[in-house]
């Protein structure tokens, strides 16, 4: 069954470059974002993995948690993680789950049930392994999005959901089409005008559906 938003994501065990991990106990009272890929030593992977690193203060800044996964074993991890900080010019300091067996892969529904690796695997054997998912500290799912192999995925807009996924949930408000840091946001219909102007101070009526306010 498809993982669906505010599920509760699967808790695991698995072996990462940085040792085992529980994955709710890991998650623990954070929000997390669970960056996976179809095989170590690609290269768009390569660039991916290098802007989540430079991106490391970021995460801290949103009390963020970030972990990858890959297909590929833990040696195999740590000797890409080589490449990766070259590239990046960055370390690399998020573990990678090693997910050999598929399980977290499948778990996620990022794989059917019956997929296995055959000998001599290549990235298009696990290909849909190339997804983002942001994890709330309830350790429900908020969001998330599937990339192709051939388009890397854009860690501005990763950073820009994770700011309104927070904000929603701190304000209890809702964000607008290309909502960023500090702009306007839009009061939920299942709150009263005067109970929203007794909350944000002032509200502006775009239409009567629609409410906009600071905060």
Not at 110 to 138: C, K, N, Q, W
Request: glycine share 6%; aromatic share 8%; charged share 20%.
């Amino acid at each position: 069954m498809a993982l669906r938003i505010n599920d509760t994501v699967p808790n695991f065990t698995a072996e990462t470059d940085q040792g085992s991990i529980q994955f709710h106990d890991w998650i623990g009272n954070s929000w997390a974002i669970l960056f996976s890929h179809p095989k170590d030593f690609t290269p768009v992977c390569t660039t991916e993995f290098g802007a989540v690193a430079q991106l490391a203060d970021e995460w801290a800044k949103r009390g963020t948690k970030v972990i990858g996964l890959s297909v590929d074993g833990v040696e195999d991890h740590k000797n890409w993680k080589t490449d990766i900080e070259e590239y990046a010019g960055a370390a690399a300091g998020f573990p990678i789950i090693a997910d050999q067996d598929l399980a977290v892969s499948k778990a996620f529904d990022m794989l059917p049930a019956e997929a296995y690796l055959p000998d001599g695997a290549t990235p298009a054997d696990s290909a849909t392994v190339r997804a983002v998912f942001i994890i709330g500290p309830d350790k429900q799912l908020k969001l998330s999005m599937t990339y192709p192999m051939n388009v890397g995925r854009n860690f501005a807009e990763v950073l820009r959901a994770l700011d309104a996924l927070q904000t929603a949930a701190k304000h209890g408000v809702a964000t607008p089409a290309n909502w960023v840091e500090g702009q306007d946001v839009i009061v939920p219909t299942t709150v009263s005008d005067a109970d929203a102007i007794a909350k944000f101070g002032s509200i502006e009526m775009v239409l009567p559906y629609l409410r906009k306010t600071k905060l």
